[in-house]
């Protein structure tokens, strides 16, 4: 069984440069979560996509935005990258449905706007 | 707005010694789950709770969550150096939603 793989595991980035992130989730989960932790902070909720279809939000702005793929794994897109987006970005997989409540984090990529 | 304020922030503690960490709300939360974040690494399910007053053991790890499922608290025994880490609580969401509320964590260090 396979965990969940994140990639990169660094960046670094310009100013109102994009970005995307990348998510494998572990083997026969079905949904993503992504979080965004600043230094010294607890992770905080982004989005979560479930069949392919965005299903909560936490309070970030619209150019934050992701995509879920029909194998399940998942982008995270940030637009007009500002210095607080400096961050490790985390994406979490679960299995909707599965009578479970755990969420099953990946290593993270470090993301530095500069 | 859920929030969760975990105390202490910051504890450095001995070898061998006994320490507890606090997780706090004002909200019911359906499920609370304890992570360990090492630096630079996403964080590790240790545990969740589910049922008001349950008690999970985990070798020297003890979880309880609250009667009332608004609070929950980790109990380390004879805390080694292995033991150091970032602890996060984070509280589950309700039926079709992973949205997790985490707290700001506690930093824990255990000194050889």
């Known amino acids: 069984e396979t965990g969940v793989t994140q990639s990169p595991t660094h960046l670094i980035k310009t100013r109102g440069q994009q970005v995307t992130l990348r998510c494998s989730s572990q083997s026969g989960h079905n949904t993503v979560s992504w979080y965004q932790q600043a230094l010294g902070q607890g992770p905080q909720f982004i989005f979560q996509?479930?069949?392919?279809?965005?299903?909560g939000r936490g309070n970030f702005p619209p150019r934050f935005s992701g995509l879920q793929f029909p194998n399940y794994s998942s982008e995270l897109n940030v637009n007009a990258l500002e210095l607080d987006d400096s961050a490790l970005y985390l994406c979490?997989?679960?299995?909707?449905?599965?009578?479970?409540?755990?969420?099953?984090f990946g290593q993270g990529t470090r993301l530095t706007v500069v | 707005t859920q929030l969760l304020e975990q105390s202490p922030q910051f504890l450095s503690i001995q070898e061998g010694e006994n320490l507890t960490v606090y997780c706090n709300s004002s909200?019911?939360?359906?499920?609370l789950q304890w992570y360990r974040q090492e630096p630079g690494e996403g964080p590790v399910l240790l545990v969740t709770?589910?049922?008001?007053?349950e008690v999970k053991k985990l070798k020297r790890l003890t979880f309880q969550f609250g009667d009332a499922r608004k609070d929950s608290s980790l109990h380390i025994t004879a805390a080694q150096p292995g033991d150091t880490g970032l602890y996060l609580c984070a509280g589950g969401p309700g039926a079709g939603s992973y949205q997790l509320t985490f707290g700001k964590g506690t930093k824990l260090s255990v000194i050889p």
């Open positions: 909200s019911v939360f359906s499920s």
């Open positions: 996509y479930y069949r392919e279809e965005e299903n």
């Open positions: 709770v589910v049922t008001g007053g």
């Open positions: 979490a997989s679960s299995l909707m449905g599965g009578g479970g409540t755990e969420a099953f």
